[in-house]
């Protein structure tokens, strides 16, 4: 397996402090490579798929300041469906802050709960159990993000290890995962078998290479989707550019 090393002079993108300043300082407008119409036409569509009249339960993974809660809210509350069923979780303290503010001043009915938590430990990710099972995880370039991260390694042993991970090794001493690899065996526990976890990302390969997602998750599909252009010289020819919707189901 290829071994992820964090490169020097990247931003800080696994740092919570780096975030933090940027949402208390407004360095960040909060919207990561498009609005995010399509990933929300995604996260319904599959809902609006699926044999029940329940509302679901959605898991937003690392919002940040990013509108895209809000407008998954809006879709629910036109079809009838709750939107306290969606959570935010983060690991900036300030993004979190900011949208519960938000958040106090709405329908009950549809309040969104936010939480603070690092997707990569297991403490903080076990603290989201009361709201699970969820039917779907919404990530918009979140995984992007953690992917930029370095390799973790997990000693066995240690108190606070997700069970799927210590069942995962095929060792009783330790194990090593990429980023994206551990984040999404610590979403299992918080699934229930078809639940679907719904990617936009910049990369083609998100999910290449993370040999023990696939156990848990299949990749359902991939999407092209053609990213937004900025200025461009009109003297020079500009490739097109595409991002990617991934549709990953729980076995």
Known sequence: MRTHIKLAGTPDY???GFWNKKFATGQDVGEWLNPGESIIDTVV???ENRSTQESPRVLHLGPGISKLGTKLRDAFVARNWAGNGIVNVDFSSEAVRLGQEYES???PAHAMHWQCADLLSWNDVSKLSPFAPFDIF???STSDAIATAADVT???TAPGVCP???DTAD???EITLSPVELLGLHLVPLTRQGSTWVTLSYSTMRFDNVPRLGAYWEIV???PLKAPQGQTSSFAYTPEVFHWIYVLRRK
Do not use: F
């Open 138 to 140: 919404l990530d918009k």
């Open 14 to 16: 696994d740092d919570p």
């Open 171 to 173: 060792t009783s001493g």
């Open 45 to 47: 569509s599959d809902w």
């Open 105 to 107: 001043k709405q329908d």
């Open 164 to 166: 799927v991970v210590r």
């Open 154 to 156: 997990i000693p066995l």
């Open 221 to 223: 599909s991939r999407t």
